[in-house]
């Protein structure tokens, strides 16, 4: 579908500060144009290409652990910068966003425009809450994902 | 590697392997010495939490245990809360559960079969690599798994962590027209799913053989998913008792006792005093003479011999091939049941709170999950056992590592390096698709800073 945005939040809300993308993802419903997507992912890679199918704007948002981290730091990738990052041998299921990009690019399934918006993490144990860092930066994180979906449909009343 | 040395092999963090775990192999000379699966997850954040609830609500509580296998949780979860508020779910409402769970199969099996397993048997590093090479395969792995995605969301509202399913049924039942596509999608998934066992029978195996005990459902008639009685079958003539032994549910615990081990945080377990194994392979063993007729046959051309007869496969590194017969039977399963659904009158049955125990089991993809609770009479959940499949396996994952290891020292030839060891011990590990934390996601990176 032409002009289909879409706004995946990946992460697990049990997990403390890895619930930053799925939170990110609910605070933004009843508040992004008609025709944005917003759905929350668990990271499997299938289950994310199957997202962004027929998309023309993919907006991803996910939990980062960096060593050494700055929990609460954010981050703005294109899709070629989040793809080239080591795949990330902690994920879920074995694979990273950036090995989901390579797989995406492989089989010629990557969205035609693509934005990844990153949060550095602190805690991520099993019932964890949310980290104070983290949710003092939310707000502003909830803000860029919002400015990129206003962006992409901009866009699209402009062609 | 100096053969004469000792040295230590750590794997940090095994890749593709479905959540994180490391292993710690010890060499000495030509013989392994010590193999430990460390495993990082507490494995009782979700009992403890389960405890203080109201007995409706385990079904979601555990579907949020593993990203892959949710419907696992929730049916080994509903089994064991209507056991104990004494409840059975029968007819089109234990069809659609049934179909559901086919639906988990489909998508969990072909997620392991394409995108971690079969990477092993093809020399590629991963998925990615895969694609690049045997793009049309992957294309229908993705394909398959995606018909493994639409039953879940077409019964269990979305297709990650259902919400449709409680206890006594669903909250909404699907009308009769509302299946026909998924019968669509299954029959198209069919020539997949045939085309998976071929691709996969003439991989090329390494010589394997395990000889844990193997526990799986039983359920005379059909192959067993969501429902069955424990059953052990041990290697034929091992002096331990007879090939084939039952046992009811409720003795399950007695049965199979868990255990810390220091180096894991995960519990480790033993079937009455012994190493076991539970999953594809001792589900075949124990109930392929009920495979699909087209399932069947699959398994007989992939070279399993013959199911009917009682055909075992004892080689880890063909569970691929065993997966890939399993998604035909999940296919035609789903299948038969949408070629009978009549829609419910209602749902789900009630299911009134009672004081009591119940029990549940369950096939997870990967094999047996338990569930007990215990009610107050108000139905408030006081106390709530989960025995996971992958910590019932970590012991026999363990021993198959050191097996295949032994194996490689001790053929001639240059001795093997770190690289081709580690290579083999993860796919020592993979062959059982271990499902170990289920749950965190992230970039893991390393960042530099001026």
Redesign the interface.
Known sequence: MSGRVVVIG???P??GD?GVGPAAVDALRGRVPDGTVLA????????V??LWRGADTAVVV????????RPGELHTLTAAE?AS???????????????CL??AE??DLLPPRLVVH?M?VAD????APMSEAVRTALPELIGRVAASVRRAHERDHAR | MNRRGTRVLRLD?L??????AALHLSVEGDRVTGTRLRIY??PR?FEA?LAGRGHTEPPDITA?IC??CPVAYQMSACRAIEDACGVQVDGPLAELRRLLYCGEWIESHT?HIY??HAPDFLGCA???EL??GR?AA??RG?RL??TG?AILEQLGGR??HPVNVRTGGFYRTPRPDELRPLAERLRQARDDALETVRWVAAFEFPDGMCDHDLLALRDPGRYAIDSGTPAVMTVPGDGHGPALRRFPLPDFERHVVEGQVPHSTALTATLDGRRHLTGPLARYAVNGRWLHPVAAEAARAAGLGDPAAGARCDNPFRSIVVRAVEVVQAVEEGLRIIDGYERPGRPAVEVPPREGAGFGATEAPRGLLYHRYALAEDGTVTEARIVAPTAQNQTAIEEDVRRTVQSRLDRAGPAPDDEELTGLCERAVRNHDPCI???????????E?T
């Open positions: 990946v992460g697990n049990l997990r890895d929350v992912s668990d990271g499997e890679l299938a289950r290409l199957e996910e939990a980062l652990r960096a060593r050494p981290g989040a990052r080591p795949a990330g041998t902690a994920s879920t299921h074995a694979f990273g966003l950036g090995e390579a797989l492989a089989l990153v550095e991520t144990r099993l019932g | 963090a890749a593709r392997v479905e959540g994180e997850e507490p954040f939490l949020r990203g892959i997620l995108l971690l991963d998925v990615v694609a690049r793009r992957v294309e993705l798994k995606q995605n297709p990650v934390s289920c749950a965190a996601h992230f970039l893991d990176v390393t960042v800073r």
